[in-house]
C-alpha cells in the first residue's frame, strides 16, 4: 500500500498564486522532473495526469526527457537481450 502526505498550503497563498491545487500539483511535479528529483512517470502520477497529457505540458515549456548516456547503453544492452543477440 503506498503512503501519502498531506501538504498544507493556506487558501490565501492558493487565492494569491491565483492557482488550484491540480494547478499547483502540476507545478510541484514539472519542478521536480526538471530537477531530476522524480522520473517523468512518478511526475505525471503527482500530476495526476496520463503520462502522454504529462509530456505535452512539458513540450509546452520546453523541457526534454533526461536521458543521459548511461540510459542509452543501458536501453541498447536490454534490447540486445530480448532480440537474442
Do not use: C, W
Not at 1 to 18: F, G, L
Not at 63 to 69: A, E, L, Q, T
Amino acid at each position: 500500500m503506498a503512503a501519502s502526505m498531506n501538504i498544507e498550503v493556506p487558501a490565501d497563498v492558493m487565492e494569491s498564486a491565483r492557482m488550484t491545487v491540480q494547478e499547483a500539483k502540476l507545478e510541484l511535479a514539472i519542478a521536480l522532473f526538471s530537477r531530476e528529483r522524480l522520473s517523468m512517470g512518478k511526475a505525471a502520477e503527482l500530476a495526476g495526469m496520463p503520462l502522454g497529457r504529462f509530456q505535452l505540458q512539458l513540450a509546452a515549456r520546453q523541457i526534454g526527457p533526461h536521458y543521459s548516456v548511461e540510459d542509452a547503453l543501458e536501453d541498447s544492452a536490454t534490447l540486445a537481450t530480448l532480440r537474442g543477440s
